[in-house]
């Protein structure tokens, strides 16, 4: 800031007629006069006549914060706090601290998945190829195929099952099919919302939360009843989605619910020991009570059949008030606000695929 120096040849010539100890230690009125000190401010220099002592700023700009003389900036009203001695400044506690602005609602930012390695020499279903371009489902594309409506390499293909390449030349409708990039949006569905991509009643569907999301064709991975809340994926990944929902696979969910009275000891036993639901038994892997009472419990299952809950509950003669999907495949409605979305994190999706969660 500023910059101070002082000439070295302060003391005057040597002269050989005088008192050989007459300038050997000159007292103050011997000393050279005071010299030329440049001071920097705002990017120029100025010259002024100053002491040959050390600078001493102006009153009022700087003041005297030590016993050793050295002096500080004072802080300014509402700066958080004084500057420290050694310069550097000090963390503001007034200044609020940066808020991180989610991109997780904006199309501009949305993650940008990596394309998994595809072995072009691999063949894949034509309707398998058409689904993932985000032209139609499986079963759409099978009526596309059966009425002549796609071609591979300029040749029309209309027998079911058949197989291209990813380097394979597909119309549909005389319009090439470009493989669509992977979207994965975890929402937080709200109540009085149809797991649906279409309802013919006209009534508030989940993919009306999340149109605005991204320009890709998505649909929901499961279904939710329409007045059960939680976590619901949505993806354009027709092989991920099939793994999550697959009896086979058996990926965990876990449920909060509420019940219109106390849960029974002895009800409590019949649902731990096994519930058969369409010849099929339903065994949780896990009930536990909260610490209000015995209607507010959660339970930890694997099966996929619809309504699967509150089918339990209604076998031992209780109704279920509220349930919301806690859990799914791992994935949890940690910071997302019920209504709202976020899209998966790239370590999610891997997960996903590897099947690394429950």
Not at 8 to 24: L, S
Not at 53 to 66: L, V
């Amino acid at each position: 800031m500023y910059d101070n120096y002082r000439s070295n040849n302060h003391r005057p010539a040597f002269r050989p007629d005088a008192n050989p100890g007459e300038y050997a230690n000159p007292t103050s009125e011997q000393r050279a006069p005071r010299q030329r000190t440049r001071i920097v401010r705002n990017g120029s220099s100025v010259y002024g006549r100053q002491s040959t002592g050390a600078y001493r700023p102006a009153e009022g700009r700087y003041t005297r914060t030590s016993t050793d003389g050295a002096y500080s900036r004072p802080h300014r009203e509402g700066q958080g706090g004084q500057r420290p001695m050694n310069g550097r400044p000090q963390q503001r506690p007034n200044r609020p601290a940066p808020q991180r602005h989610s991109s997780v609602y904006s199309q501009r930012k949305q993650i940008e998945y990596r394309e998994r390695y595809e072995d072009p020499t691999k063949p894949i279903r034509l309707n398998k190829y058409l689904a993932n371009a985000g032209f139609c489902s499986r079963r759409e594309a099978d009526d596309f195929i059966q009425a002549g409506v796609v071609t591979v390499n300029g040749e029309v293909v209309d027998s079911l099952g058949a197989k291209v390449l990813p380097t394979d030349k597909v119309m549909f409708h005389h319009q090439p099919v470009r493989r669509e990039r992977k979207v994965y949006i975890l929402l937080n569905k709200p109540k009085n919302t149809v797991t649906t991509t279409d309802d013919p009643e006209e009534r508030r569907t989940v993919m009306d939360i999340v149109k605005n999301a991204c320009s890709e064709r998505i649909y929901p991975v499961g279904r939710l009843d329409r007045n059960t809340t939680g976590v619901l994926l949505l993806t354009n990944d027709g092989d991920l989605a099939a793994k999550l929902t697959h009896p086979k696979f058996g990926k965990k969910k876990i449920y909060a619910v509420t019940l219109d009275r106390d849960l029974e000891e002895e009800d409590e036993l019949t649902i731990r020991h096994g519930i058969t639901l369409d010849d099929e038994e339903i065994i949780p892997d896990a009930l536990e009570f909260t610490d209000k009472d015995r209607k507010h419990l959660g339970l930890e299952i694997h099966s996929g059949q619809n309504r699967v809950v509150r089918r339990i509950f209604e076998k031992v003669g209780y109704k279920v008030v509220t349930l919301d999907r806690v859990s799914f495949a791992g994935l949890t409605k940690r910071n997302v606000p019920r209504g709202r979305y976020r899209f998966l994190t790239e370590r999610e999706v891997a997960m996903l695929q590897m099947g690394a969660f429950e």
